[in-house]
């Protein structure tokens, strides 16, 4: 065979999404401010080799997909078809738009958003020596099979063994002529298109290729807690070598509580930059980031003297340290309006400068969001709050181009902490300056919706 054929590749987005419970099809699920299925495509649109792309979903839902995609930034996006009542009668469907029986065709779940390039790569190689593929990894569980009384009747050894993924990969022509073998059998059954193969052509080799683990399918709804954790790891919006800290010159900052601590060198770390910064807090400026009236006359004097805004930090936080049964009232409220009311407060007010500059919102949370500690409870609650905050506005505010992250910075040197904890031994803390510069880099990424862990090491 030769690999001069057209590469299409089609991607399955006929779920309903039952399990994930949200009540939309999960391909449409926001994580890391996009649509799962957006993720997808703009991966498999912006592969070189990949000369057109082929939607096939649910009817329904197609309206609702056109809403969210750029037809500019998925260019090889050339039809959206409705699928089929099963998976089978939709890669039937999706053989009649795909042309040539040389074609090489990549079938690939729309909720697998981690597909990379490697593994598109090695299906197109593939399937010039091969005329069908499987993608597929090893599996780190012993896979056991049972009979009908549900206990052990084969254990086969693992080495052998493999869990499937996708893209699955043919020739136009030879996955043709499996289904028209099939639909000659009236107890045709598959749960997928290599299995077609394998049952209705026994003579046809299926080459497998190797998958990751990362390459996941977003199923059950904690797989979409596990798919936002791989978008902030695979996402290279704070390493050095992706973003240039150059390109916050004259950028219009706003930092709430930038006269210590990391808010300081935020606003110090900014400035160096370029950037121009206006900070206010309590000690600096009297504005009381519980007030909306204090809020609204900072933000007026920051529109009043920077002619907009484009970057919103708010570092503002107060760590008390008291069982729930013997806080006192007082410092239960300035807890839960500090950590928790304030940062919304100011998400509304800044929102209409934001929107007009399609820019960034940053709020700061701890490592006491992901457990409650004794001792923590309000903390580590408001703490949670702003992450569920911060992962809202993302999706809330994604159409209008503004960006919500947060930042999630490990011990920090901060007075803050060191009145709660008193001295502690330096390497095992960050510094601020080291907080303030992931800030930076973070804004300057195309993360949206992200806690970014920020660490010693």
Not at 45 to 69: T, Y
Not at 106 to 126: K, S
Not at 306 to 315: A, N, Q, S
Request: net charge negative; charged share 25%.
């Amino acid at each position: 065979m030769t690999s001069s054929s057209k590469n299409i590749a089609v991607v399955l987005a006929g779920g309903v999404g039952e399990r994930v419970g949200l009540g939309i099809p999960k391909q449409l699920i926001r994580i890391a401010g996009k649509p799962i299925m957006v993720h997808t495509l703009e991966t498999i649109n912006d592969h070189p080799r990949i000369d057109e792309v082929i939607v096939m979903m649910h009817e329904d839902s197609i309206p609702e997909l056109e809403k969210v995609i750029d037809r500019d930034r998925l260019h090889k996006l050339s039809r959206t078809l409705p699928g089929g009542a099963t998976r089978n009668d939709t890669t039937l469907r999706a053989l009649d738009a795909v042309g040539a029986d040389d074609t090489k065709v990549l079938f690939h779940d729309a909720v697998r958003p981690f597909i990379d390039d490697r593994i598109i790569d090695d299906c197109i190689d593939a399937l010039d020596d091969y005329s069908a593929v499987d993608t597929a990894i090893v599996s780190a569980d012993t896979i056991i099979r049972v009979d009908a009384d549900d206990c052990i009747d084969q254990m086969p050894a693992r080495a052998v063994l493999r869990r499937g993924q996708t893209p699955q990969a043919f020739r136009a022509g030879t996955i043709r002529a499996a289904y028209a073998k099939a639909a000659e059998d009236p107890d045709f059954a598959a749960t997928d298109d290599c299995g077609v193969v394998f049952n209705y052509l026994p003579g046809t080799p299926i080459k497998v290729v190797e998958g990751s683990s990362e390459n996941m399918k977003v199923t059950e709804a904690i797989d979409i807690a596990f798919a936002d954790k791989i978008f902030q790891m695979r996402k290279k919006g704070v390493d050095a070598d992706t973003v240039d800290l150059a390109d916050l010159a004259g950028k219009r900052v706003v930092v709430f509580g930038g006269s210590y601590g990391i808010g300081l060198s935020i606003a110090e770390g900014f400035a160096e930059n370029g950037s121009v910064v206006k900070t206010f807090s309590r000690s600096a400026t009297g504005t009381d980031v519980r007030s909306r009236k204090s809020i609204r006359k900072a933000v007026d004097a920051a529109v009043a003297e920077l002619g907009g805004i484009d970057i919103v930090v708010i570092t503002a936080g107060v760590l008390t340290i008291a069982p729930l049964t013997t806080i006192k009232k007082r410092d239960m409220v300035k807890t839960i309006n500090t950590n928790l009311l304030a940062p919304a407060i100011i998400a509304r007010e800044v929102y209409p400068h934001l929107e007009a500059s399609h820019g960034d919102l940053v709020l700061f949370t701890s490592s006491s969001y992901t457990r409650g500690r004794a001792g923590y409870s309000l903390y580590s609650a408001t703490k949670a709050g702003v992450v569920n905050l911060t992962q809202a506005l993302s999706e809330e505010w994604a159409d209008s181009g503004v960006s919500v992250n947060c930042i999630n910075p490990q011990r920090t040197a901060t007075p803050m902490r060191t009145a709660a904890f008193g001295d502690e031994p330096a390497d095992t803390l960050l510094t601020p300056e080291k907080v303030a510069e992931a800030t930076a880099r973070t804004v300057l990424s195309e993360l949206t919706g992200q806690v970014v862990d920020v660490t010693v090491r």
